[in-house]
């Protein structure tokens, strides 16, 4: 076991999060909504600790190779520019986007402005000139945020999401928009439905999946366009794209980052969080996310964030790094039963390797009913609160929703008490989950972000290897990920497991290959992308 001791957020009794996620059932129920006024201000967020760390040769040569750590520490060795960083992507954009169409919008000329204010200070966050990918349903002050929807497609805010000013006030600067599925729902498309997004690993392959609707964000950073990003999470949109494009992707507890001027999807299951090369660049993102906001009541009452930096800083030495802190694994039944038998053969990988970093592993059984509380009928009680916020749109025009039209649609047909039915059994599921889970662990396997997101606990997603089992033309293999997942406001041992498997291993250092000629070609003539019926719709969203 680790030499180290509990984690910081240890103390917080988990039974009031039960409590709390009643409360905001009711809230949602009651029609609560985010009414409060950006003059209101923002309380700012834990501080950033600095971290420095030792700079591959990669990112030497090649600017967009950083991670934010690795930026951060150039930068304040005087090694590396501001300028200098924010223009490699903005010339790697110029490269490869026309073929993997991960921006909406993109802001070069502003983010070089931006830059160059910053160019003369010195850095008091490790976020300082740091170039970023912001997906497309956060609010942008003076930059369109479309959610890539017909409904917002003339829409440009005159401030910015919570989240997206916290990134900024930091020092961080935004790049563009990621591309998104529509109002969130299933990959980035057009609202007709045609695929626009690839994922970075087959780019040349556009039918394979990139993720869920957070597709922008993931395919930008994977692809070396920024060196991190924001997306969304209601049903897998984080974890998912994450897994699929081989990054870091972390979505917090919810209520632990604030939803203030994102587009929703759900009032109690929409999660904002970082997709991260690494689990070091997703602390730091969430030091500068996390925190109490006056205009969202979704964050108060929270304990208060915690050195998230420390946590994916691993303990020991470096030939024998060590988790941060005394953890116990839990390894539900499915873990190594799902998927293909290269998934499940990297899987049981993780857990040898895991084990060597002092983290006990022990083996668990599904709580009681499992099945039938994560599946499609509980799960479907969220469609209402999906619904409700486009009531006026639906009632004028339901054009504007595109191909996700009946997607929508099935929130207006679920009745009341199947609704009130859906709220007991998500409460007994998290329950159960509290008890029989993180009663007898401190972090635990998942093979489905659904069984999470329901009751919105922390989950994060990071790759544990390769497969050649589904690819491109080219013949690249594709990433193979893992999701685990925390009890309330625990993200740092989440941070804390994954920190210390990404330092004895390399699988989050690994680059897709560069986008061939014959798929920039064909892009470029536009040849046809795959297109998205609303049974695909539906079936995505579930």
Not at 146 to 168: E, H
Not at 293 to 298: L, M, Q, S
Not at 392 to 414: A, I, M, N, Y
Request: proline residues 8%.
């Amino acid at each position: 076991m680790s030499d180290a001791g509990p984690a910081p957020s240890d103390g917080f009794d988990r039974r009031r999060f039960l409590q709390r996620s009643a409360a905001l059932s009711a809230a949602a129920t009651a029609g609560a909504a985010l009414a409060a006024s950006p003059a209101m201000g923002r309380t700012r967020a834990a501080s950033i600790p600095f971290v420095s760390v030792e700079v591959r040769p990669e990112a030497i040569v090649d600017p967009v190779e950083a991670t934010i750590a690795e930026a951060a520490t150039l930068i304040a060795k005087h090694k590396l520019s501001v300028v200098d960083l924010v223009q490699a992507h903005i010339d790697r954009h110029d490269k490869v986007d026309g073929v993997l169409k991960a921006f909406n919008a993109f802001v070069g000329d502003r983010a070089l402005a931006a830059a160059g204010r910053l160019a003369s200070k010195r850095p008091s966050t490790p976020l300082h000139g740091i170039p970023l990918c912001i997906k497309d349903n956060y609010y942008t002050r003076d930059i369109p945020t479309t959610a890539n929807s017909l409904i917002y497609q003339d829409f440009v805010p005159t401030y910015d999401a919570t989240c997206v000013a916290r990134l900024t006030g930091a020092g961080a600067i935004v790049l563009g928009k990621g591309q998104m599925g529509p109002l969130a729902t299933t990959r980035a498309t057009t609202p007709a439905g045609v695929a626009t997004t690839v994922n970075a690993w087959t780019p040349d392959n556009a039918g394979y999946d990139p993720g869920g609707s957070s597709t922008g964000p993931a395919t930008s950073v994977a692809s070396r366009q920024a060196v991190s990003s924001i997306g969304t999470q209601t049903g897998g949109s984080i974890v998912n794209p994450s897994n699929q494009q081989g990054l870091t992707g972390l979505k917090p507890t919810v209520g632990r980052t604030s939803l203030y001027g994102v587009v929703p999807l759900t009032y109690t299951r929409d999660h904002c969080g970082p997709l991260a090369r690494d689990a070091l660049d997703a602390a730091i993102m969430l030091c500068a996310l996390a925190g109490r906001d006056p205009n969202d009541p979704r964050t108060h009452g929270v304990p208060a964030p915690v050195d998230y930096v420390r946590a994916a800083t691993p303990a020991g030495d470096r030939k024998r790094p060590k988790a941060r802190y005394r953890t116990t694994l839990g390894v539900l039944p499915d873990f190594l039963t799902a998927g293909t038998a290269t998934a499940r053969a990297l899987r049981q990988g993780f857990l040898d390797a895991i084990a060597t970093t002092g983290v006990r592993v022990v083996q668990l059984p599904f709580p009681a009913d499992w099945a039938e509380l994560v599946g499609t009928q509980f799960n479907n009680v969220r469609l209402p609160e999906r619904s409700e916020p486009f009531m006026d749109t639906l009632r004028s025009d339901v054009r504007q929703f595109g191909v996700s039209l009946s997607s929508w649609v099935q929130g207006l047909f679920l009745t009341g008490d199947t609704f009130i039915r859906g709220q007991r059994m998500k409460h007994l599921l998290l329950e159960r989950t509290l008890d029989d889970v993180f009663g007898r662990c401190d972090v635990v396997t998942l093979s489905s972000n659904q069984p999470f997101d329901i009751i919105g606990l922390p989950e994060i997603a990071f790759p544990v290897g390769f497969s050649a089992e589904q690819s491109g033309a080219n013949g690249a293999s594709v990433p193979v990920g893992a999701i685990l997942g925390a009890a309330p406001y625990a993200e740092d041992r989440l941070l804390a497991v994954v920190g210390a498997y990404q330092a004895i291993t390399d699988w989050h250092l690994r680059r897709p290959p560069e986008p061939p000629a014959a798929a920039a070609r064909a892009r470029a003539a536009g040849a046809a992308a795959p297109q998205l019926t609303p049974e695909d719709v539906i079936a995505q969203t579930q």
